[in-house]
């Protein structure tokens, strides 16, 4: 009886193995590290986002919800002029320099 018990054990136990789910290997993908490399950049009124260097100044105000003044939009009148970390700048021509801020527009 012992016997025909254990016996009876042993192939639940085989049988549960067989229907166990085979075992999975998860690699882990690596991330473009441009999100991790991005500059806080901040505009006049507070308006703060995040950018990589040498983004167009024109898009990076945009996606801030900064509105700044343009005339010509070809770099031309002025009127766009901003200081970026104290250098002047002009937002129409102008790209976000290269590094890893933070960069601070003033008028
Ligand atoms: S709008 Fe004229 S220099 Fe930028």
Redesign the pocket.
Known sequence: MFSRVVSLMVCMLAGAAAFMAPSVTVRSVSRPTNSLSMADVTFPGGKKTKANGGAPLKTVAQKAGYKAA????????????HKVNGKKI????GKLPAGAGPFTFTQ
């Open positions: 343009y005339g010509c939009e070809e770099g031309k009148c002025g009127t766009c002029e002009r937002l129409c021509i």
